[in-house]
Each structure stands twice: as C-alpha cells, then as structure tokens.
C-alpha cells in the first residue's frame, strides 16, 4: 500500500536510498531502495522518475568489471521503475535503450542467464512505458544504428542461448520492438507510420528473417514456445514490410536525407521492384523451409501458427509474396484434416474467408499458383498412392481437394486445359482401380427366394469397395468429394463427355469412370458435397437430366449391362461375351443382335467375374443416385431403367441382387412412391408386356424369367390377375423347351408359388379351418336315428374311399376329378353348397403348375429335380384347403416321389422326404397304405444299414450327406406315423430302426432325434401300449444296458400292459 502519495513526501523517503546508491553501488543498496520505492505512488513516482532512475543508470556504468549480482538488481529496479511510469523524454528512452542493450554487449565475461532474462524484461517494459510520440521519435533514420543493435542482440538471444524462457522473451521484446505488440497501451499505425518504419525494418529483413528460420527449423527439443513465437514474429515483420500497400506507395527513386544523415541513409534499404523481386525470391526458400518443418511439428500450436502465417500473408502479401504460394497454399490445404481440431477448425475458417474475399478468384497469379500445383499433385497422385502409408494418402487427397475447392469457379480455366484435364482424369483412374481379387465375390450367391428386402438394403446403402492402392474408408471418402467439387463446379456437359471417353475406351477403366461419373452428378445437383464458395450458376434440371439420359444410355446398353459374373451354365449362357459395343439398350422389345449368343470358346476367370460384378454394382448404384439427384423427374426415364434393375434384381449373384434392390429403394423413394412394392405396382403393365415379348423370344431376351421373379418376391396379390397370363405363357413355353429352359422357369414358378403361399397362405389355413370344422360335426354323433340309406351311403363311401387309397383310380384326370369322392359330407349338412364350387385363381396356377412338376421329377438333371420338388412342397401347401383336388394330385405324383425316394441322388432324397412330410401334413392317412408299402421298409431298411457306420464314425461324419439324411428322417418318421395314423406292424418296424440310434455310440444329435421321436410317440393312437410290449420282448432277449429306455416315458401316457400279451 503506498504512503506517500506526494512527490515531496516520496523525495524525503527516496533521497537517502538513492544518495547511498550512488555512492556505493551494491545490491544490497539497490534492494534498499526498490524496497523504499514499494510505498511511492505512481503518481508521485512519475514526477521523481528520472531521479530515481540516476542512481540505477549509474550503477549500470560503473568503471571496472561488473558484478552480475548488482546488475540484475539493478535492472530488475529499473523495470519496477518504469513499469509504474510512463517514458515522456525521447532522449530518455534513447539513452535508456543504449544503456539495457550495453548490459547485453558480448565481451570477455559474458552475462549469465539470469541478468539475460532481467535485461530482456527490463527492455521490454521500457518500450511499453514509452507513450505514442515518444515511442515513435525512436524509429527515425537517425537511430538506425540503435535500433540494429538491439534487433541484432535480441536476435543472437533468440538464435544461440538455450534456456526456453530466455528465447521466448528475447522473442517477444522483439516483436515489441518493431511494433508489432499485441498489447493495448500501443495505439495502431497509420498509414503513414506503417509506411516510414516499413521503410526502416527493411534494413533488418534479411537478418531478422534469416535468424528466425533458424530458430523455428531448430533442435525440436526447445519446445514448440520459441517456435511459435519466432514464426508470429517472421510473419509480422514480413507482412510489415513486403505489404503490397505499402510497395505500392513507394517512390520510384530514393529520397535524399540530410547531409548530416548520410552515412545513415547508406544503410537505408529503397523498397522498389528490383528490392521487392529479390527478396520475394530469397523469402520464398525460407518460407519453403519453415513450412516443411513445421506442417509436420509433433505439437498443434505450432502448426496453428503456420496457419495463422499463411493467412497473414495471403491476406497482406498476396501480389509481393506470389512465388511463397506454392508452399503456403500446401500447408494451409494440408492441415485442413490436421488430427487437433483447434487447428482444423482454423484452417476451416482460413479458407473460408478466402473464398468469401474472392482472393482466388480476383487474383490470376494466385490461379496460375493453384493449377500448376494442382498439375504437378495429379502427376505425382499415382506414385504417392502407390508409395505412402494411409495417413499420407489422406493428407495427399486433402491436399488436391484444397485445391480444387480454393480455385473454385476457376476450375474451368483448368479443365479447359487438355494436358491439366488428363492428367487429372488419369490419376483418378489409376487411384480407383479395385481390387478384383476375392474369389468370394464370386461365390456368394443368392440362394431361394426371399420374400420382402432386406433391412440393410431398403436404404439404398452402397456396397463396400476394395481398393489395389488404399484400405482407409477416408481416403475413399476423399475421393469422392473431389468429383463431386468437380462436379459442382466445373463443366457438367465438359466432364461427362470426357469420362464417358474413358469408360468407352478400355475395360481397365470402366469401373473407375463409372464411379466419377455417377460422383460427378452428385455433385453438380450439389448433393453430399463440401466447398468454401457458391458457384455462380447452378446447371438447370434440363441440364442433370440431358447428363443422366446419355450416361443412363450408355449404362444399360446390352455390351455394358450383360456380362459373364458366372461359370454357372445356366447363367453363363444368358450373358453375352464383351467383345463389341452394340448401342442396343438393355429394355424389353429391343432388338437383340447375334452378339448375345455366347461364344463356344469363353473361359471367364474368377478375376474377369469379379471384375464384372462390380462394374454393374457400380452402374446400379449410379442409377440410384441419378433417381435421388433427379426426383420425381426421374419417373419420365423408368422406362429405360426399371425393367433392366429388376433384371438384375433377380440376378443369383448376391452383390449384385442386393444392390439392384437398393437401387429400387432407392428409386421407389425418389419417384415417391414409397415403396418397391408400390413402384412394381403402378408399372406392371409395362413391366408385364415387356416379359410377354421376352418369354417369346426367349433365345435373345433370357433374362424376362429374372423380371418376374422380382416382381412375384416383392409386390402382392394385386398383381395376380396382371400375370396370370404370363404364368401361363411360362408354363407353355415349360412344355415346349423343357430340356433347355426348365432350370430357368422352374426358379420363376418356385418365386410364384412361394409368393401364392404368403399372400394365400392365411386365407388358405382358415378355409382349412372352417372345413375341418365342418366335417367335425358331420361326422360326430348326433341324436337324429340312423336311416338304412345313411348306411348304404357310409358302405359306398367307404369302399371308394379305400380304392383310392390302393391305388385305383382312373389316369385321366378330368375322369378322375369326376371319380374321386370327397371327404364323407353327407347331403342333409349345410356346410357347403350343391356342387363343387370352382377353384380359385391362385389354387389353379398351384394346380397346373404341379402338373408339370410331376412329369419333371424325373429330369435328367439334379438341378431341375431339386427346383421341381422345392415347387412340388409349395404347390402342395397351396392346395391344401382344396382336398378334392389335392388328392388325385398327390395320387399321381406318388410313383415319380417314391422314385426320388428310393433311388435316386442323396441330395434329392433329401429334398423328397421334406415333400413327403409335407404331403402327409397335407393329405392324412390318405397315404398310409402307399408309405407303409412302397416307402417305410426302404426307410427302416436304410436306418439299419447306415447306423454301424455312423457308430464307428468320428467328429467330421456330421458334416457329410448321409448325416443329414438320416437325421432327416429320424426328426420327420415320428411326424409321418402320426399323420398317417400308422398300425402296430409299421410301428414296430420304426422302433426297431431306432432303437439302435440310441447307442451312446450314435453321433449325439442322431441319438437325441431318435430319443425325440420315441418319447413323442404318446401323439400316436394306441403306440404307446404297443411300444412298451415292443421294447419289453426286445429288452427281455437282447444284453441292453444301461439305456435308461422307458425313462423317456412320461407313466401317464403309457396304459397297463396286461401280462398275458407279454
């Protein structure tokens, strides 16, 4: 707290402290009276200032060698002193300066650390106290010489001394120096001081900037402080004096000084042309250096600053700096996805601000700068992807997308360019070659038929590529928005000619071409894409569209849309060879040309495959993102599009399959119709006339079957009535080509009953229902008397009802619809009305098509038997609620079913026991009889042969065919005995078959089928009394131990044995 508050009272206190001072100049001295000067008040202290200051200054030039102790005393004094006054005199603040800067002179005993440090300090606080005019009287021609001292010992502090903190403050006096402070006290230069101390520190410019170069390129081990504060320094003082204002007002010849100030003025720099070329030059290899070293400094503040230098500069020395472009554009571009967000964020708001201020735009050197930099990265773009790591391959692509987003609108200055244009084009190519070498790309296939999309697929999600130079999702990423900056930006018409060259040109590039292609239209409906500046015009919807319709063209045209993804015969012989462009499109009525034949001497290899694969999953995705660029305007192009998406759609490959679906989601939403299944809808009459011509030229449009495929998996039954005609245009054409087609046409009829099934199958189990129902109470006793015509109706029934079950029934089946009876309905039941109703539409096609099914379970081919049996199990399903028709149809098929049963493929025996389940689901005990005779002695038969060797087999027999096939039928005899309501005969044939499965040695799942189907065995009409007579003779005359057998049965379920039937 003071006490003396007025200059006479503060004078009797200092007078004593200073006269001892300047008699004996020591420390302790020097604290007396700085410990006196803590109770002055600044007011009392600023009219005593100089006084006080004598004694100090006196002990700073006291003869002989100085004691470092009273220096820094004495210098830390000093600075209390005029910290807490301000410099009025410029004479004072001359000699002042003279005096620290003499403190720092080197000599033979040099200062320590400490004094270095007070001294710095000392001078810094000495150029603050100075006031506007007094500070300024210093930066005259006269003091030049003064002035070079002190920048020059400042210099030599930052540059040689190694103490950190010594360096930051050398730095910042410094900077306080050539008035460049950030601090308040200092008012801002006018134009005309701004102008007269640029003309001085460009004395000082090739040593000051050369030193700090030094320092921000030095040892990393000083820290990122001296670096940050030597790079805030260079790019102030570098701006002070090269500003273009400023260059821009100096005269053409150099003023004459006085004569008194001629010495002076040989050292004074004349800042003209020739001046400012020269030095532009010389900054330029060390802006080149500091950039390097610094873009690449461990620490964000560092590279901060580099930003905050490169705006500086741009925004001063845009015309006087324009050869230092080239590397401060660099890192500024580079450091836009810097790792610390402080320093992106920046970089961000640098940019910006240079688009907004059209610095670019208006500037035709900075232009030049950017497209020969753009050129050269193009150039060089294939070699880094090659060579680097995936962080410089992120840092490279930031570094042309910067560019392509700082030249903005005049990026058509580059693409008009032919060797700028290539170059690029080129790069892009080699950059997004794919990686064509999975082979599981080629093995995923799409197998059945599912009946809605798929989650991840109704978001029209892109599949995921695989690069030859890079992995990183980002680096993709990248590229994809430099050609959608290409596209917002550039020519439209310009870029989609020359990419569509490139796609034409060779095979090596299709992929990649498409890519930019379907990127570039994002891009210039201005989707998805990032810049710093609005284009001026932004291309019309006549203008995408006119783009979409010729790529669109190109896409789906017959040479670019069927290529071999297959070794698959089936499908290899529906594509053609990609030998010639046809100009024919890919749409239903078009004219085929022979090309599409295949040719006898095609060998695809898995990498052609792979190859083609993703180039159509590359083109359906430019067909989503055409519809989601275009809108509601894309539905004026679905006659081009929609039919070949479905085509592929229906394609076996999976990748393939799933991105034509995302594609549909994709248009469905874009056209606004909601869904697939709406989209399908309101275009199935084109749809439907489109597959009506393919199905009658089915040798040079293969692929109508896929259409209808699609549109069975994914529409309702509203369509039914549009494709009923179709269908039956199917099954005719099934008729006449069953050798070549019927694999093909079995897949379309396999999606059409499956669909049958879904969209009838509730409908079918409540007409099921209310059937039973209705039997149920014909048959159950009633109260009414038993007339003798009832009888007579009951033995007709019954002996009909048993011809059918042996068999004899008429082969012809309008007789045999007329012969067979229905179940037992007596007349006087309303439950139906008088006469057989007529078949639905949908049991009609299940009918008909399960006429073809039984003359192809006899095929040659394993394929179509496996197709013809998975379609025979849905054709069963769908009539089941009409047993009329149902069961002459099951009595048909019987023969060919056993067959597949009894000798035939392990596979379709497999696939033959599933239909057989089925069939007895369906039909009840109207197959008892037929399975007892022809079927179950096989069965049991081939359980007792197969078991030693399952026995004896280890871990990997679970793996192989006839594993499957006898878990198969352990899991589905227990379901067949009871539908078929079998007798003790048959049950015991099945028990001793699977008693043996109950060996410990049995495969484990084997032994819990045949545990499952014995212990269920209680569902079945007296099995249970009949089983436990059964395994208590075969207990009583085998060594079975330990099998724990009647555990798995409940003593509820099982009825008292007498003794005498055992």
């Known amino acids: 707290m003071a006490l003396f508050r007025s200059p006479r009272s503060a004078f009797g206190a200092l007078r004593p402290a200073c006269v001892q001072l300047t008699r004996v100049q020591t420390a302790e ?28 200054r006196f002990a700073l030039r006291a003869p002989g060698p100085q004691r470092e102790r009273l220096v820094q005393s004495a210098v830390q004094c000093m600075a209390s002193v005029l910290a807490a006054t301000a410099v009025r005199r410029p004479e004072l603040l001359r000699e002042l300066l003279a005096e620290l800067c003499a403190c720092l002179a080197p000599g033979p005993a040099a200062p320590s650390e400490d004094v270095k440090l ?24 006269a003091t030049l010489p003064l002035l070079g001292c002190a920048v020059s010992l400042l210099l030599g502090l930052a540059e040689r001394e190694r103490a950190k903190q010594l360096k930051v403050s050398a730095l910042k006096c410094l900077q306080v120096l050539v008035l460049q402070c950030d601090c308040q006290e200092h008012r801002p230069l006018g134009d005309d001081e701004a102008q007269q101390c640029g003309d001085l520190f460009a004395s000082f410019l090739p040593g000051v900037s050369i030193s700090l170069s030094r320092v921000v390129t030095g040892d990393i081990k000083q820290g ?19 500003a273009d204002a400023q260059l821009a007002r100096v005269p053409k010849s150099k003023e004459k000084l006085p004569e008194k100030e001629s010495r002076v003025s040989e050292i004074l720099v004349h800042r003209g042309a020739d001046w400012s070329k020269s030095t532009a030059e010389k900054l330029s290899l060390l802006l080149q250096k500091m950039v390097e070293f610094s873009s690449v400094h461990p620490h964000w503040k560092v590279r901060l600053e580099l930003v905050e230098l490169v705006h500086h500069l741009l925004r001063n020395c845009s015309h006087s700096l324009e050869s230092s472009f080239t590397h401060l554009l660099k890192a500024l571009v580079g450091l836009v996805n810097d790792e610390s967000s402080e320093v992106q964020s920046r970089c961000n708001e640098v940019l910006q601000g240079i688009a907004e201020q059209r610095i670019i735009a208006q500037s035709r050197a900075l232009a030049d700068v950017l497209s020969e930099n753009l050129h050269s990265l193009a150039t060089a773009l294939p070699r880094l992807m090659s060579s680097q790591d995936d962080t410089g391959k992120v840092s490279t692509l930031s570094l042309l997308l910067g560019y392509l987003k700082l030249l903005g609108p005049k990026i058509n200055v580059v693409l008009n360019s032919t060797s700028h244009l290539g170059r690029l084009s080129k790069a892009l190519m080699q950059v997004l070659e794919l990686d064509v070498t999975d082979v599981k790309v080629v093995e995923d296939r799409r197998w059945g038929c599912e009946g809605s999309l798929q989650p991840g697929v109704q978001n029209g999600r892109c ?165 989601a660029v275009l809108g509601k305007e894309f539905r004026l192009l679905l006659l081009t599009a929609l039919y070949p998406v479905l085509e592929k759609a229906g394609d076996k490959t999976l990748l393939i399959s799933e991105t034509a679906l995302g594609t549909l989601a994709e248009m469905s939403e874009a056209c606004g119709y909601g869904s697939v299944q709406r989209l399908i809808n309101d275009n199935s009459d084109y749809l439907v006339n489109g597959i009506s011509l393919g199905l009658r030229q089915l040798a040079q449009q293969p692929h109508a079957s896929r259409v209808l495929d699609t549109m069975l998996r994914h529409s309702d039954a509203s369509l039914l009535p549009l494709v009923e005609d179709i269908i039956q245009d199917v099954l005719s054409t099934l008729d006449q080509c069953y050798n070549s087609q019927a694999s093909t046409f079995l897949g379309v009829l396999h999606s059409l009953m499956t669909a049958l099934v879904q969209w009838f199958g509730s409908s079918c189990s409540e007409e099921q229902q209310q059937s039973t129902e209705c039997q149920n109470r014909t048959l159950s006793p009633g109260p009414q008397a038993v007339t003798a015509r009832d009888m007579e109706q009951f033995f007709l029934d019954y002996i009909r009802q048993k011809q059918i079950a042996e068999g004899d029934v008429p082969d012809s089946g309008d007789e045999e619809a007329d012969e ?243």
């Open 224 to 242: 990122h402080k001296p670096t940050v504060a030597a790079i805030r320094l260079f790019y102030l003082i570098v701006g002070l004096v090269m």
């Open 463 to 627: 599949q995921r590529k695989y690069f030859r130079f890079f992995t990183e999702e980002k680096v993709f990423q990248l590229l994809q928005q430099v050609c959608r900056v290409l596209g917002y930006y550039g020519n439209l018409y310009l870029l989609v000619d020359h990419f569509m060259g490139l796609y034409g040109e060779s095979a090596m590039y299709r992929k990649q071409a498409a890519m930019v292609l379907n990127e570039l239209i994002a891009g210039a409906a201005g989707v998805g894409v990032d810049v710093l500046q609005e284009r001026e015009a932004s291309p019309s919807m006549d203008d995408l569209k006119g783009s979409v319709t010729s790529i669109l063209e190109e896409y789906t045209d017959q040479a670019n849309w069927y290529l071999i993804t297959s070794v698959d015969t089936e499908e290899v012989s529906h594509e053609q060879h990609p030998v010639q462009h046809t100009g024919l499109p890919a749409r239903p009525g078009g004219t085929c040309s022979t090309i599409l034949l295949p040719s006898p001497e095609l060998h695809a290899t898995a990498r052609t495959m792979n190859s083609n694969i993703w180039q159509m999953c590359i083109q359906l995705e430019g067909v989503g993102c055409f519809a």
């Open 820 to 1062: 067979v009876p229905t179940l037992a309905k007596p007349e006087p039941n309303n439950c139906e009305t008088e006469g057989e109703a007529p078949l639905p539409s949908h049991a009609q096609l299940a009918k008909d098509v399960l006429e073809r099914c039984i003359h192809l379970l006899s095929d040659r081919s394993l394929r179509v038997r496996l197709k013809v049996l998975d379609v025979l199990e849905l054709c069963v399903i769908v009539l089941h609620p009409h047993g009329n028709h149902l069961l002459p149809m099951a009595h048909r098929v019987w023969p060919a079913l056993v067959t597949r049963l009894i000798s035939d493929d392990p596979l379709a025996v497999l696939r033959a026991f599933k239909v057989l389940c089925t069939l007895a689901q369906k039909c009840g005990d109207f197959l008892r009889l037929r399975f007892s005779r022809d079927v179950l002695p096989k069965l049991t038969s081939s359980l007792l042969s197969q078991a030693p060797a399952s026995a004896r087999a280890g871990p990997v027999y679970t793996h192989t065919l006839a594993f499957k096939l006898q878990l198969a039928v352990l899991q589905g005899l227990g379901s067949l005995c009871e539908k078929l309501d079998m007798g003790e005969c048959d049950l015991n044939k099945v028990a001793d078959a699977c008693l043996i499965y109950l060996s410990a040695k049995q495969p484990r799942k084997l032994q819990e089928a045949a545990q499952r189907l014995l212990g269920n065995s209680h569902s079945i009409p007296n099995a249970p009394s009949e089983l436990w007579r059964f395994y208590h003779l075969t207990l009583a005359s085998t060594t079975w131990v330990g099998m724990g057998v009647f555990s798995w049965f409940s003593p509820e379920i099982i009825s008292p044995v007498p003794t005498e039937a055992c």
């Open 118 to 141: 007070a001294v710095t300090e000392a001078l810094r606080t000495l150029l603050h106290s100075a006031s506007g005019d007094v500070s300024l009287s210093l930066y005259q021609p």
């Open 29 to 56: 001295n020097v604290c007396r009276l700085a410990a006196r000067l803590a109770a002055v008040s600044g007011p009392a202290l600023q009219e005593l200032q100089e006084y006080v200051l004598f004694p100090l």
